[in-house]
């Protein structure tokens, strides 16, 4: 039995290194060699099993040996592993969508680690709570555990768990940005260009230096794995804050080292990175090959998981990108059945029928809206037709005016005139020109016209702006 335990260790030390397949190879061996009624041995062996099998992406197996690996802990008294065990089945959940599952196992986690008064089981399942209400857009929450958590890991003096908390923190943060940037995101990183994430930079920032704290206190050899995802995480960020051809190399290298350990859970979302960050530099036929490649893995993989409706609607915008307008249609009409899947709990496989998935269910806008409200942003004063503005979006007008009243309210005549009236208001607020000139600078013909809708939106005239503009300049 002390060689068992011995190989456990070797494969624990095996995943935290990023080595997931070969420490499957060394877990299979024991599997004959330990007995289930030795149930300590059992347990560890089932909980590394789950932690070997979630890294490679088959996460109804990682919550199937969970569930193993719970049913002996129990047996042997071994609250740690049970703690874990509930971790592991809450993260599956996770990826199958099923939040409201994924948040009862976190807290029950919880409940018993803080019974059990175990610091860093305490933070390990605060982690899967910040995730979970991130990912549900409830911010309060997920700060609130996550401010935990890091007490937590601090106590524990682990200063490794310390890393995983500030990467998960910093994931909260760059949530609630995509949240105040883009409402109809529905908290998707590449749903956002860069260029919409000017009035949130300095909380891009912030996470930003969460992310290189994190790098910091991760960057050992034991624990490469993690090292590697908290990189790629901070790619995110930089591609926001306009940085998207400088991760290119990053992402290439990191992309690199995932294919070669066989770690598909961490390939298929550094594939969908690395095609985010390729569409924003201008590479959107090198980005739909990464796509293409990660949902081939995610097939591969046999398994359901909320990130395939995301790669669909990655895929229409990099089609859209590239003038295919009726592939990235037909792209966009696939990520909404995936979306409606999940939303009638019809999305899971069969083995993870029990993962009923409950996230929110409105989709994100289509990619002819994003462009449309791009074009007329590029436009200024200049003014388009609908009819103009749909044919350059690659849809009819129709279409077109369907897709700005289901996501913006309004249609695409009053979003342009809203677009020149938020223009005109920041220019006469930053005192530049006249009343006059502003109005003419964004396409309003008639002055007269312009005061009325000006006052209507901002409760005041322009002249009251610009007079208030120039006594405090």
């Not at 456990?8 to 330990?34: H, K, N, W, Y």
């Not at 016209?449 to 409760?459: A, D, H, L, P, V």
Request: some cysteine.
């Amino acid at each position: 039995m002390k060689d068992a335990a011995s190989r456990l260790d070797e494969a624990q030390r095996l995943i935290r290194a990023g080595q997931p397949r070969r420490a499957f190879m060394v877990l299979e061996t024991l599997c004959a060699s330990i007995a289930d009624n030795d149930s300590a041995l059992a347990a560890a062996l089932h909980i590394h099993l789950s932690d070997a099998c979630f890294e490679l992406g088959e996460y109804s197996q990682s919550a199937a040996e969970a569930g193993l690996a719970e049913t002996c802990a129990k047996r042997a008294g071994d609250a740690a592993i049970i703690i874990l065990a509930g971790v592991n089945k809450a993260r599956a959940a996770y990826q199958f969508g099923s939040y409201s599952v994924c948040e009862r196992e976190g807290e029950a986690a919880l409940a018993q680690a803080e019974t059990n008064g175990d610091a860093l089981l305490i933070s390990r399942a605060c982690q899967i709570l910040i995730i979970v209400h991130g990912a549900r857009r409830q911010f309060a929450q997920a700060t609130r555990y996550g401010e935990q958590a890091l007490a937590a890991a601090r106590r524990a003096g682990d200063a490794v768990q310390e890393g995983r908390i500030l990467n998960a923190i910093a994931q909260t943060e760059l949530g609630i940005t995509l949240a105040r940037l883009h409402p109809h995101g529905g908290g998707h990183a590449s749903s956002l260009d860069p260029h919409e994430t000017a009035a949130e930079r300095d909380r891009l920032i912030a996470a930003r230096d969460l992310l290189i704290t994190a790098m910091r206190l991760t960057h050992t050899p034991e624990d490469a794995a993690l090292f590697t995802m908290v990189e790629a995480n901070l790619q995110r960020v930089r591609i926001l804050l306009g940085e998207a051809r400088a991760t290119l190399p990053v992402l290439r290298k990191k992309l690199r080292v995932m294919q070669e350990q066989g770690r598909r859970h961490y390939e298929i979302s550094l594939r969908q990175f690395y095609a985010w960050a390729l569409r924003v530099a201008g590479h959107p036929d090198e980005a739909l090959a990464q796509i293409d490649a990660a949902l081939g893995l995610c097939r591969k993989g046999r398994n359901a998981t909320r990130i395939v409706e995301f790669l669909h609607y990655d895929r229409s915008l990099t089609q859209a990108a590239l003038g295919n307008h009726a592939e990235a249609l037909k792209s966009y009409q696939r990520y909404k059945q995936f979306a409606a899947a999940w939303s009638t709990g019809s999305g899971a496989s069969a083995a993870a029928d029990a993962l009923k998935p409950s996230r929110p269910g409105r989709v994100l806008e289509p990619f002819y809206v994003k462009r449309a409200d791009r074009l007329l942003r590029e436009a200024e004063g200049a003014k388009l037709s609908t009819g103009k503005l749909a044919a350059l979006c690659g849809v009819s007008t129709r279409t077109l005016q369907l897709g700005f009243q289901q996501f913006r309210g309004v249609s695409p005549v009053a979003h342009a005139r809203n677009l020149r009236l938020e223009r005109s208001h920041q220019s006469l607020k930053q005192g530049n020109g006249n009343v006059s000139e502003v109005a003419a600078r964004n396409g309003f013909g008639s002055l007269t016209t312009f005061s009325i809708e000006y006052k209507r939106r901002f409760g005041e005239s322009p002249r009251e702006t610009l007079a208030r503009a120039r006594r405090m300049g």
